[in-house]
Each structure stands twice: as structure tokens, then as C-alpha cells.
């Protein structure tokens, strides 16, 4: 990095700051209504950003009647007041229902107390109650410092200095009930819970030949119970917005006795607790349960799942969620004008954005109208893109047409895994194999990669053979890092032996120089001019064309849960700094992340070049930090950031560095990072993409049908994956000149925006990068693109 990369760095940093500056500004944090994890995370980000731009920040401590009651409920914080609070779960600031401020007299007390330490800015985090309260609050704000002027409470000048109230809310609910954003704090964390109970359940299930009826939370909203049925393959789910048709009973029946008929062991019923029919009565677990004992005799018990989904310590999706969501929350405020309507800062795709609170407040209302009026289709549609998607793949998955009702298409499509295993590739392969049968294709299964792929290891795959495969890590398949190149002859033979007319590929950097390769072959086999399609997953997430691939988010959750143990041996110890050495590759995706996500203090990535002064000021920037309460340290280390800084070199370093101030332990953590049960996150992402890249493939033979034509165009040979907001199919060829192929990652990575935030968040000064102050976007709006909502 030269001179001038630096000082045009330092000048936006100084761009950035004197835009922001928090002078003068004070910003009161409170949780309200129900708890989620990762509101912590969220608290400790508005916290830290707002003292790092210079404001004072304020604890609101239980909700909106600690604002009424004031006193000691409403105490600045210092950094150090939320340190440790990152991986702790519900909020360390304590929430309440509050029916004083639901009257304008409480508002009046709590306008008092908030103009009494000069607090204008409000950063709320909660469900749509709470962030309607705050808007109410909002607007009368003037008028109640008027009424407490006249009552004597403050004087004219205090009513002229603090005019106006800034709200900016952010949404905590495992429910994932506000429209306008695709993923609410806590909403991960409660489906790995729910996925953990799942798991459990499953296994005993399956030794006793037990059906199991799974009750999850979610009173109005069903995407808990949702997702959960989509990730573990359950057999049948209830929803509030998608109540079963009439005569779903015998339905319902058939289908489980079917599933039975199939060998299938155990069978798993999944209902949300607020779940109906179309006569809006409520369907309750023990009603399923006595209809499956009564009709099919069935052993058959229920679980109850409750509070235990809202506990447990947040996902490594959620913090990183929540510390972004607090960050923006900060700038908002800082940014607002009297003008600007109170804002709630959200997720689409994965962009961060900016959504009027009363517009997606009246969107969420209306969902809850519609189901009230039996409007079911509009109350899915209305709930979103996510939503609605994920509901169509759950039904296509989950119930299979008999075989003479599905058109036969007269192609055989075949499915590879390439690479290193990844969490959730087993996922993807049961959505292509089921979604491919389901659009009368032969589905094929390669077995060993490409190696085996030239060894001719195909065999025909059934509905049935990938049954309770979601849950499944690695890769059942089996996977190698063999490329094609020099076997094309073998394998061009074996597409021809078993006339292949399409070709799904799951897997990572190998995947894609594999049909890379195959790509250039076609000219001399015309067997290969078959479409061709590559679906990204791997634990690095360095696969050019998308912005996440399958098997990352488990990695991040395993190097997340080992930076907790290890945090909490170091503050037992005191005075401890662990080195912790990740995966990735060159990519420094999981170093970079699990850094945010853990609350280290540094990351050493390959993307961003270090030198001796950069460690050095890391050391002393330690030594300070020894001096506060949190005496403990955490630093990442990509495996392959530097070929001479490895992570003995730093361990070494720190250790005589940090000689009488602290000590230091490295800790590489290898393969346990590709391992594991797949996280929900991965579950729901490898079905879903594994199912449109299905879609397209069949798009493509249907198209050619008849016209006997091959394929040799570049458009027919993509790598499917999520840009930004938006899931695109990107030819290979085109990817090419985005790829740094000496060190296997794209040359554009998303993620690197996200590094001042975790410096930032760590006490160190940072350049980051701003949204235009003027940008609410609109919640109605939905572009023609493909959304990427997961």
C-alpha cells in the first residue's frame, strides 16, 4: 500500500468525522418488549460508536419504564460498561412492558428525565410495539417540553435547546415478524434452538418409530416454524399465514403413512403457536397429536419448545447483525435532522438500510389484518420475499407428486461434489435431487468428485435416497480437490454412457477452475455443450460471483463458540492474550468475521497487507488495554495473511513484547472448522440456492427441447450466487477477469467494508464508510431483480 493510498485513507477518515462528530450530542439505548439474542451485541455497538464519534451515551435501563421512572435507571456507560456482553444472551440492560408510557402522562415523566441529561437522541430496540411508542414519543416531544415549561419542570431556554427527538429503531424478535427487513436480531440465533432441538429429537425418533409434534414460537408470524421445517425436512408444518385447506386432516394422514410407506422411521410435525385454520381457529399441537394417534395409531408425542428458543448465547449471524445494525443506528441519529421521520435501520440482502419506522410499522400491521380478514395469500405476500420463497421450496421439497402425474422430461441431470467438504453441502444435494425428480428429470448422483466422475462412480438417485439429509455434515457423495483437466476424455465418455444432459456442481475455488476447465473443453467434446451450473460451498467463501457460500456460516459459528471458551479461560487468568489461527486460505473472510463476531482485538488478513509497525502498534494498543478492567486479549490470524508473519512469528513477538504486562497462548484451530452438524443459516441457504440453480438448468433443457441443440454459448455455463441484494447467474467466463487466481479469491470482496467496524468497535481509529445521509429507501419497493433473501 503506497503513501498515497494511505493519506487518501486518512483523508476520508477525516471526511468521515468531521461529517459525524458527536460533540455536544447525547443518545439514550434501551431494550424493550420481548428479549432476543444479540440485542447485547447491539447495545455494545451503539455504546462504542457513539463514544468513538465523541457523544455521551446513556443506558435506559428496563425499557420505557426505566425512562418513566427515571433516577438511576438512566446512568451513562463507558466503554468498558459493555465489554464482556457480546456473547451473553437476552439484554444486559433488562426490558419491561411498560403501561405508564402508553399515557401521555408517563411520557410527559419520561420527556423530563430525558431533557434533564440533555438526551435527544433515542436509539430503540425492540418489536413493532416498542418502536411504535418511540414514534408517538417522537412526535409529541415538543409538545410535552411546552406542558413542562408551563408546570415549571425545566425552563424556556432547556425547551429551545433540545427542540426536537431523534428516533432511530432497530428490531429485536426472534419471530422475525416487521416486514421491511429480511432478518431481525435474534431470529438466527432462536433457529439454532430450535435446529439443536431438532437434531436431538431425531435420533430418538428414529429408534422408536415415534412421530414427534414440535410446537415453536411465533404467535403471528410463522417463519420460525417455517425455516425450522424447511431446514430439517419435517413432514408437515402449521402456520399462522398459511393455514391448511380444507380436509388437511386426511391430508395430512395420508401423507405421514406414505412417508412411513417409504421406510422413513419418524416423522416430524412442526406448528407455530399462534397456528389456524381458514376459519381462523386455532389448530394446537395436542389436536395433531390425537388426529395421528385416533386416525394411524401412531406413537406420538408432543414438545413444547417456549422460552428455551429465546435463550442461549446469540449466533455468530446475530452479533455480526447486530453490531452492524448499531453502527447505522449511530450515524442515522447523528445524521437526522428535525426533519428526518424516525427511521428503522435493517438488513436487505446483505446491505444495511435505512426504512421509514411508520411504513414498515403499517406493513406489519396489515399482515395481521389480512390473516384477520382470511386473506391468506396477501398476508404471504405482504410478509415478503423470503417468506414466500421459502414457503414454495418447502412444499415442492417436502411432498412428493405420485409418478404418473409428473410429465417425464426425458433428461438426466447429474449432481457433483467438488472440493473440500462444507457444512450444508448434503443440503444442497437433497434439493437439487428432489426439485430435479419433481420436474420429471432422471437425477444422477457422482460419487468422489471429478475423480470419480472419470472412474464412471454415477449411479441413479431417488426421492427417498436423500431423505434426513439436511442435517448431515460434510459430504455424503464424497468430495475430492481433483480438477477435471486431465481426465475430460474419461469423463466426456461417462456424460455419454449415461447420456447426462445437465450438470449441477457443488463446491468451492476447485469447483469453479473445474468448470472453468470444462468450459474451454467443449470445442473438443461436444458431450460437455450441456448446461452447466455451479453452486458456491465452501468454509473460505472465496468463490468469485457470490458474496456467501455454503458452509461458511457453520465455520463462523465454530471459530465464534471457540473464541467464547477461550475468552473465558483468559478471564479467569487475567492478563492473557490468545493468538487463534484460522482457515480461509488467502481469503480472510473467517478471520475477518469471527474477529467481529468474537470481539477481537485484531484480525490479520492477506487483503490487507501488515507490516512490524502495524504488530508493534497492535502490542501497545494490548499493554493500554491491560491497564482497564478487561484484561484479557483475542487476535486472529489468517492462516495464510503473511508467508513470513506466521502465527508462531506473532506469538513470539507478543510474548516478548508483552513480557510483565501480559502473557500469551496460540491456538490454531485446523479442520473442526469444515465439520459439524450444518447451521440453520447453511441448511435454509443450500436449499434454497441448490433448488433455483435446479430451476435454471431446467429452464435451459426446456428451451433446447426438440431443437436438438448444444450448448456451446457462456451464458449456459454460470456460477449462481448472491450479489448484494440479488441472486444472479454469472457466466464463468465473465468471472474470470474478477479472479485473483494466483491466490484464489475474487478480486472485489464485499466483507472488507466490514473491517473499520471491527476496528472501530476494538478502540481503534478507523476510516469507515457512510451512507448518503438522504437515503430512506421505500418499504414497498421491490425491484424485477431476483431477491437474495435467505
Known amino acids: 500500500m503506497d503513501d498515497d493510498d494511505v493519506s487518501a485513507r486518512k483523508g476520508s477518515f477525516r471526511k468521515f468525522l468531521e461529517h459525524l462528530s458527536g460533540a455536544g450530542k447525547a443518545i439514550g439505548v434501551l431494550t424493550s418488549g420481548g428479549d432476543a439474542q444479540g440485542m447485547n451485541a447491539a447495545v455494545r455497538a451503539v455504546v462504542r460508536m457513539g463514544i468513538y464519534v465523541g457523544a455521551k451515551v446513556y443506558f435506559i435501563y428496563e425499557g420505557y419504564q426505566g425512562m418513566v421512572d427515571g433516577g438511576s435507571n438512566i446512568v451513562e456507560a463507558n466503554w468498558e460498561s459493555v465489554s464482556s456482553i457480546l456473547q451473553v444472551g437476552g439484554t444486559i440492560i433488562g426490558s419491561a412492558r411498560c403501561k405508564a408510557f402508553r399515557t401521555r402522562e408517563g411520557r410527559l415523566k419520561a420527556a423530563g428525565n430525558l431533557v434533564q441529561r440533555g438526551i435527544t437522541n433515542l436509539c430503540v430496540i425492540g418489536g413493532d410495539g416498542s418502536l411504535t411508542g418511540a414514534n408517538i414519543f417522537r412526535k409529541e416531544w415538543s409538545g410535552l417540553l411546552k406542558e413542562l415549561a408551563e408546570n415549571g419542570d425545566i425552563d424556556r431556554e432547556e425547551v429551545q435547546k433540545h427542540a426536537y427527538l431523534n428516533v432511530v429503531g432497530m428490531v429485536g424478535s426472534i419471530d422475525n415478524d416487521f416486514c421491511g427487513t429480511d432478518m431481525t436480531i435474534g431470529t438466527d440465533s432462536a433457529l439454532h434452538r430450535i435446529i439443536e432441538v431438532v437434531d436431538a429429537i431425531m435420533t430418538t425418533a428414529q429408534s422408536h418409530q415415534r412421530t414427534f409434534v414440535l410446537e415453536v414460537m411465533g404467535r403471528h408470524c410463522g417463519y420460525l416454524a417455517l425455516v425450522s421445517a424447511l431446514a430439517c425436512g419435517a413432514d408437515w408444518v402449521f402456520l399462522p399465514e398459511s393455514p391448511p385447506e380444507e380436509g388437511w386432516q386426511e391430508n395430512m394422514c395420508i401423507k405421514l403413512s406414505e412417508n412411513r410407506a417409504r421406510k422413513k422411521r419418524l416423522n416430524i410435525i412442526i406448528v407455530a403457536e399462534g397456528a389456524i385454520d381458514t376459519q381462523n381457529k386455532p389448530i394446537t399441537s395436542e389436536q395433531i397429536k390425537e388426529l395421528v394417534v385416533t386416525q394411524l395409531g401412531y406413537d406420538t408425542r408432543v414438545t413444547i419448545l417456549g422460552h428455551v428458543q429465546r435463550g442461549g448465547t446469540p449466533s455468530a449471524f446475530d452479533r455480526i447483525l447486530a453490531s452492524r445494525m448499531g453502527v447505522e443506528a449511530v450515524v442515522a441519529l447523528l445524521q437526522a435532522t428535525p426533519e428526518t421521520p424516525a427511521c428503522v435501520v435493517s438488513l436487505s440482502g446483505n446491505q444495511a438500510v435505512r426504512l421509514p419506522l411508520v411504513e414498515c410499522v403499517h406493513m406489519t400491521q396489515d399482515v395481521q389484518k389480512a390473516m384477520d380478514e382470511r386473506r391468506f395469500k396477501d398476508a ?170 455454503i458452509g461458511a456460516d457453520t465455520a463462523l459459528n465454530t471459530i465464534t463458540d471457540t473464541c467464547d471458551r477461550i475468552k473465558q479461560s483468559a478471564s479467569g487468568t487475567k492478563r492473557r492474550v490468545f493468538i487463534i489461527e484460522t482457515m480461509g486460505g488467502y481469503c480472510g473472510y473467517l478471520a475477518n468475521m469471527g474477529a467481529l463476531a468474537a470481539g477481537a482485538d485484531a484480525a490479520y488478513i492477506f487483503e490487507e497487507p501488515f507490516d512490524i509497525r502495524d504488530l508493534q502498534a497492535n502490542v501497545e494498543h494490548l499493554t493500554e488495554k491491560m491497564k482497564t478492567t478487561i484484561q484479557r486479549g483475542l487476535v486472529l490470524r489468517n492462516e495464510s495473511c503473511s508467508e513470513h508473519y506466521t502465527t508462531d512469528f506473532i506469538y513470539h513477538l507478543y510474548s516478548e513484547e508483552g513480557k510483565g504486562v501480559f502473557d500469551c497462548r496460540k491456538n490454531v484451530l485446523g479442520h473442526m472448522q469444515q465439520g459439524g452438524a450444518p447451521s440453520p443459516f447453511d441448511r435454509n441457504f443450500g436449499t434454497k440456492i441448490s433448488a433455483r440453480a435446479m430451476q435454471w438448468l431446467s429452464t435451459k433443457l426446456k428451451e433446447a427441447q426438440g431443437k436438438g441443440r448444444r450448448f456451446v454459448t457462456d451464458d449456459s455455463i454460470c456460477v449462481l450466487g448472491i450479489s448484494k441484494r ?65
Open 380 to 549: 404471504v405476500r405482504l410478509r415478503g420475499r423470503s417468506f414466500e420463497s421459502n414457503l414454495n421450496t418447502y412444499k415442492r421439497l417436502a411432498i412428493k407428486m405420485p409418478d404418473d402425474q409428473i410429465p417425464k422430461s426425458n433428461c438426466n441431470v447429474a449432481v457433483i461434489n467438488v472440493g473440500a467438504p462444507a457444512a450444508g453441502m448434503n443440503a444442497a444435494v437433497r434439493s437439487a435431487v428432489r426439485v430435479g425428480i419433481s420436474e420429471g428429470h432422471k437425477m444422477f448422483a457422482i460419487y468422489d468428485g471429478f475423480e470419480g466422475f472419470a472412474k464412471g462412480q454415477i449411479k441413479e438417485i431417488g426421492w427417498a435416497d436423500v431423505g434426513g439429509w439436511t442435517g448431515q455434515g460434510g459430504s455424503i457423495l464424497g468430495t475430492k480437490r481433483t480438477l477435471p483437466g486431465k481426465s475430460l476424455e474419461a469423463i466426456a465418455e461417462q456424460m455419454r454412457t449415461h447420456s447426462i444432459n445437465a450438470l449441477l456442481i457443488i463446491g468451492g475455488f476447485e469447483a469453479y477452475l473445474g468448470l472453468l476447465e470444462l468450459s474451454a473443453a467443449r470445442e473438443k467434446f461436444e458431450e460437455l455443450c450441456v448446461p452447466m451450473v455451479m453452486v458456491p460451498a465452501t468454509v473460505s467463501n472465496n468463490v468469485p460471483g457470490s458474496d456467501f457460500s
Open 726 to 790: 440479488n441472486l444472479l447467474f454469472q457466466p464463468v467466463a465473465q468471472l474470470k477477469k474478477e479472479t485473483d487466481f494466483e491466490h484464489r479469491i475474487p478480486k472485489e470482496q464485499w466483507w472488507l467494508k466490514l473491517r473499520p467496524l471491527m476496528k472501530i468497535l476494538a478502540k481503534y481509529k478507523a476510516s469507515y464508510e457512510v451512507s448518503d445521509p438522504g437515503q430512506l429507501e421505500h418499504v414497498h419497493h421491490r425491484g424485477h431483480e431476483e431477491p437474495a433473501a435467505i
